[in-house]
Structure formats: C-alpha cells, structure tokens
C-alpha cells in the first residue's frame, strides 16, 4: 500500500494514513512533488521543488551517510514508520536552497528513527550589565561568551525523553579591577532531563531532573573575595507531576512534588548566605512545588526567541528565575544574540540589605555561530 501526502499549511505535510509498513521511495516522492506544487501567499516563503533538491549546490561538503534524497530513497526499499511524521520548510527572509534541502532530509531521517539530536556552539563578543546584587557576582564590562549546547531526545507518539546539556563560559577584561586581569563574568554548567508519558493528547505524565553548577572562580572587583568557585554552588532539582502541551514549542510543567537541594563545597572563601543558605550550613535540603514554562518562538528561520520560566516554593520562600534569549541569524556562520534574565529570590538578602531584591542580567553578543544536526 502507498501512502500519499497530504499538506496540512503551505510548510507542512503529514502522512493521511496510520503508520505501517509502507514504500518509502513513493512516498518522499509524493511528499516532495505535493511540496513543489503548493502556491506559497508570502514571499518571504522558499518552496523547494524536487530538481533543487535532487540537484548538487556548488558547496562542496560531505552530509553524513547520504549525498542527496535519492541515495535515501534507494535504500529505503520497505520501512516501518514507527509515528505519523511531518516535513517543515522553514519560512525565511534569505533564500538558501541548502538549507532547505538539510530541513526535508533532516524530517525523512526522523522517520527512521525516534532518535533526535542536535548540537550549537558559539563563540561572540558581549556587552555585559550585572547588578551589584546578580547571585552569581560579576561586573558590567565587555566580554568574551563561549556557549556549547547539545540536545539528545527520543519522541514517539505516547513517550518522549528530552536531555539538554549547556556550557556558558565568559570572561573579560575590567579596567577598573586593578586585582585581577581577567575575571569570570558568565560560568553555568547545566544538564537538564525530562521523561514525560502522554495521559490524554497534549496531557502527560512528566518525570524531570536537573543540575547546575559553576566550574571557574568568581571575584568581586577590585577584592579577592569569591562570589562562587567550582561546584560552589551546586544545584540540583527533581520534579514530579504533569506537562500540559497545548500548541508546538510550549511547555507548561506543574509539579506538586518538588525537591531542591543547594550544596556549597567551598564554604572557606565562598560566602554561603548569598545563596539562601545559613552561616555555618553547607548544604540545604527542600522540599515544594513548582512550575516551569518553556516556549520557543522561531517565526522566520534567521529569528529564535527561547523563554524559560521557572517558579519554586517550599512555603517559606520563592524563587522566581525568567531567562529570555533571542538569536538572530545574519548569516550561515554569524548571529547576534540577546539575553534578559531578571531573578528574584527571597531567601537572597545581600548584605547591607534589609528585603530580597530584584536581580537582573542583560546581555548582547555578536559572532561565530554553528548549528550541527
């Protein structure tokens, strides 16, 4: 039986019929004959037909075991397709026929496996805004920002596993530090997990840990007072309760059953109250609730905005932390990138101060930017 496309908007198709054993060479040339035939209202659109698809770009570079869509068809005589997959041509204000090309071979390797993964490594020149109070120290200068980020999931239809690793390295060069050449102005070791299991569509079961921690040494300037040192802090949270998603890229966690610890291994030279803990303590144990929000919000292809949300109670204090990253894409290589990050914390008085305080962070970078698939 040959199963035949069918267009859901100008960007999109799904297969009409449920997964089965299916002729796989039929079906991609179905799928990219229905994509070449759909009239696009914005041109701002790039349809890809199959000559541009089939046809060799004048870049010279090897994708991984294939060299184009008809090696795959020739190898995918009869296959099982595991979940009702979709193919996306990303809308874009640059046409670029390669990456076009990348989207619709990357969409027929997700049909082979439930497997996903994805890696960003960046490498930009920042223009960096502290607070005095920002928990994690630092200055207000011009920076260097390093960021390695990788993404290992497993989707099917009733069960996803997402896995997200992030390695945030800055530092700069501040005059007014007469102590200390270069100082860490941005340090974050980050691996997050989440299993969710679906109850009812878009309702799941969700099972979630996460750990975050520093690996360089931050001074105060002009002191050789530490704001943080490796593994000081060291966070780790586990979260329990359901995921409710309603539309694509919008996550909303709420966990009943929450549980937080905060570890400071250097308690020596790092000063533990500044992070919610009390004098003499070296590791908290809590226990709460809490919700987090993620949204992804990617309009064109050269524009992504990444929102995360994360509130924490143990009815005693809260925790409010809100990062927003907005990439822009100038070219394959270059973006610019824009984060807000405003926290707040009650368990936080700094020194000095009689409440907690809003802490805020901004951040604008620009340089060498990579996606690998």
């Given at each position: 039986m040959k199963m035949v496309a069918q267009q859901l908007s100008p960007d999109t198709f799904r297969l009409s019929d449920q997964p089965q054993t299916v002729e796989m060479d039929g079906l991609l040339l179905d799928m990219i004959s229905e994509q070449s035939n759909a009239v696009h209202a914005e041109d701002t659109t790039y349809m890809l037909s199959w000559e541009e698809i089939m046809r060799l770009d004048s870049i010279e570079r090897e994708i991984h075991e294939i060299d184009s869509l008809r090696t795959i068809n020739a190898s995918l005589v009869m296959q099982t397709v595991e979940h009702i997959p979709t193919i996306e041509v990303e809308k874009s204000w640059i046409k670029d026929a390669e990456e076009d090309r990348n989207d619709v071979l990357r969409a027929i390797r997700e049909m082979r496996s439930p497997w996903r993964r994805e890696a960003t490594l960046m490498a930009q020149i920042t223009q960096n805004y502290v607070t005095d109070n920002w928990y994690q120290g630092g200055s207000s200068s011009f920076a260097g920002l390093g960021i390695a980020k990788g993404q290992v999931s497993y989707i099917t239809e009733r069960f996803t596993w997402e896995n997200t690793g992030e390695w945030r390295i800055g530092g700069s060069t501040v005059s007014?530090?007469?102590l200390h050449?270069?100082?860490?102005?941005?340090?974050?070791?980050?691996?997050?997990?989440?299993?969710?299991?679906?109850i009812?569509?878009?309702?799941?079961?969700?099972?979630?840990?996460?750990?975050e921690t520093r690996l360089l040494p931050t001074y105060k300037s002009n002191s050789n007072e530490l704001k943080s040192a490796p593994f000081s802090p060291f966070r780790f949270n586990a979260a329990f309760g359901i995921d409710y998603k309603p539309v694509k890229n919008l996550s909303i966690s709420f966990s009943p059953v929450s549980y937080k610890v905060i570890h400071i291994m250097d308690t020596a030279r790092v000063k533990v109250t500044d992070y919610g803990l009390e004098a003499g303590q070296r590791t908290q144990h809590?226990?709460?609730?809490?919700?987090?929000v993620e949204y992804m919000w990617k309009p064109v292809r050269e524009v992504a905005l990444e929102s995360k949300f994360y509130f924490y109670t143990n009815y005693k204090h809260v925790e409010i932390d809100l990062e927003v990253n907005c990439d822009f894409i100038i070219n394959r290589f270059l973006s610019a990138r824009l984060m807000l990050h405003p926290r707040y914390d009650t368990s936080v008085i700094m020194e000095g101060d009689s409440h907690a305080k809003i802490q805020f962070r901004e951040l604008l970078s620009v340089g060498f930017a990579h996606k690998f698939h």
């Open positions: 007014a530090d007469s050449k270069v100082n860490t102005t941005d340090d974050l070791f980050r691996i997050y997990s989440k299993a969710n299991l679906r009812v569509p878009k309702l799941f079961t969700s099972v979630s840990a996460e750990i809590n226990i709460g609730s809490s919700v987090r």
